[in-house]
Structure formats: structure tokens, C-alpha cells
């Protein structure tokens, strides 16, 4: 497994911008596929955003597409989201998840190493 660990979450008014980062130890990072899930109050943990492990294809839920943007930095160990016109409706627990399967990937089952998470406030 790689161990991942999330970071800048925060409280935003909606129409801000956030910018969540998740760094990994461990395994290869580089040989890893990437993705940010996230999980509301009371709703399962649903997609957000893919990375292949060169960064070469991603692929994002349609609530997010436009608006939020996936990347990586191999060289340190680090996989990003970029969040533009949050809503109040972006709200949840963000996290990252790594997998050594090949994308795209979509579905918690497919990562096998899960981050603590990082929470993402936004208000109207």
C-alpha cells in the first residue's frame, strides 16, 4: 500500500476556489493511478476525479466537470485537485485514493490505499 495524506481543505464562499493536495509515501507513486472522492453528511463516497499515472488521461464526475481539475507532480509525490466555482453542494470530505490498476478507475473498489480525508466547507 502507499500511505496518502490530504491537505488544504477549508471554508470557502461559494463561487471561491480551493485547491486540495495529496501527498503519498511508500510504494512507487509514479506507477500509481490517482483519484479524489468525496463524501457528504449521510451519502456514500462518490467519484470526483481520475489521473492515469503519467497524468496522460483524467477523466471527472459530470457535477465537477469544468469546474475542478486533476493533476500530479511524480517528482513530488503529490496529486492535486483544483477547485474553481465551489457550491454549496461540494460540501463533503474529500479524499484521495491510489491504485496500481490501469484507468480509469471510478469506483472506491478499484483503489486499494485510502487518505484520512480532508474537509471542504462551502457556504452560500
Known amino acids: 500500500q502507499v500511505q496518502l495524506v490530504e491537505s488544504g481543505g477549508g471554508l470557502v464562499q461559494a463561487g471561491g476556489s480551493l485547491r486540495l493536495s495529496c501527498a503519498a509515501s511508500?510504494?512507487?507513486?509514479?506507477?500509481?493511478?490517482m483519484g479524489w472522492f468525496r463524501q457528504a453528511p449521510g451519502k456514500e463516497r462518490e467519484f470526483v476525479a481520475f489521473?492515469?499515472?503519467?497524468?496522460?488521461?483524467?477523466y471527472y464526475a459530470d457535477s465537477v466537470k469544468g469546474r475542478f481539475t486533476i493533476s500530479r507532480d511524480n517528482a513530488k509525490n503529490t496529486v492535486y485537485l483544483r477547485m474553481n466555482s465551489l457550491n454549496p453542494e461540494d460540501t463533503a470530505v474529500y479524499y484521495c485514493?491510489?491504485?496500481?490498476?490501469?484507468?480509469?478507475?471510478?469506483?472506491?473498489?478499484?483503489?486499494?490505499?485510502w487518505g484520512q480525508g480532508t474537509q471542504v466547507t462551502v457556504s452560500s
Open positions: 485514493a491510489a491504485s496500481l490498476r490501469v484507468g480509469p478507475l471510478m469506483h472506491t473498489y478499484d483503489f486499494d490505499s
Open positions: 511508500g510504494r512507487t507513486f509514479s506507477t500509481d493511478s
Open positions: 489521473i492515469s499515472w503519467r497524468g496522460g488521461r483524467t
